[in-house]
């Protein structure tokens, strides 16, 4: 009865645990509401509604958050650093000045958040819906992003220095001074896209990349072989690495 007992303990406590990159995390009851600045570091938070709760400045770092719901929720300033949050709903999330270095985010769902000036430093965001999302000032170095969908997003000063945009759409984006240096554009979409002063010096697969209807400026770095409209003046320029 004892060793019954022992194991039915030890299937209970397994069953309330997860693992966030690597690490296993701790179920915990629900924070909902205000939560402004509270630890829930390495909880298990997997499945929750946090529709409009107010978590700024609260800490995520390494917790397990699979299929969140957190629609219009509040996580400015938050430490999200290695969580998992695949599948989340992060839709017109205010996200602003979060730290979101190395989070697994594949399929989430954040159109229309606010990520500006987020850390997001090798964040894994594939096949992520970012539609009219917000990353201004934003830095997702050796960020993945393959087969996301950027339309309409504000990319003004984002940095996506080695990132991997493998497929990305960035149709009718504002890319005004952002940075790829060495990103991967291998068949990303940049139709209808501006990208006044931006960098695309040591960009691979840009020959694949599909630039129609895009302008830049006398300003933006483009590998060789690509060539632009001016936003302002129409006139086409070619301005190689």
């Known amino acids: 009865m004892r060793l019954i007992s022992l194991a039915g303990l030890l299937t209970a406590v397994f069953a309330n645990t997860a693992l966030a990159q690597g690490q296993p995390v701790a179920w915990s009851p629900s924070y909902g509401g205000a939560c402004a600045e509270c630890d829930l570091s390495g909880r298990n938070l997997a499945g929750w509604t946090l529709n409009g709760a107010n978590y700024s400045g609260a800490r995520f770092d390494y917790a397990f958050m699979r299929g969140v719901r957190a629609t219009a929720v509040n996580m400015q300033n938050a430490n999200v650093t290695g969580a998992d949050l695949r599948g989340a709903d992060l839709t017109s999330a205010r996200l602003a000045d979060a730290v979101f270095n190395n989070a697994r985010m594949q399929d989430v769902l954040a159109s229309g958040a606010d990520f500006s000036r987020a850390r997001m430093q090798g964040a894994n965001l594939e096949k992520a819906r970012l539609i009219g999302v917000n990353f201004k000032g934003a830095t997702l170095l050796f960020a993945r992003l393959e087969t996301a969908d950027l339309s309409g997003a504000n990319c003004t000063d984002t940095v996506l220095d080695r990132a991997n945009l493998r497929g990305t759409i960035f149709d009718g984006a504002n890319l005004t001074e ?23 010096t040591g960009v691979t697969g840009a020959e694949s990349a599909d630039f129609a209807g895009a302008c830049g400026s006398l300003t933006t770095r483009l590998p060789a072989g690509i060539s632009l409209a001016m936003c302002d003046t129409q006139t086409i320029i070619a301005k190689a690495d």
Do not use: I, K, V
């Open 178 to 200: 952002a940075s790829f240096t060495g990103a991967d554009l291998t068949d990303a979409s940049f139709r209808d896209a501006r990208l006044p002063g931006a960098d695309l």
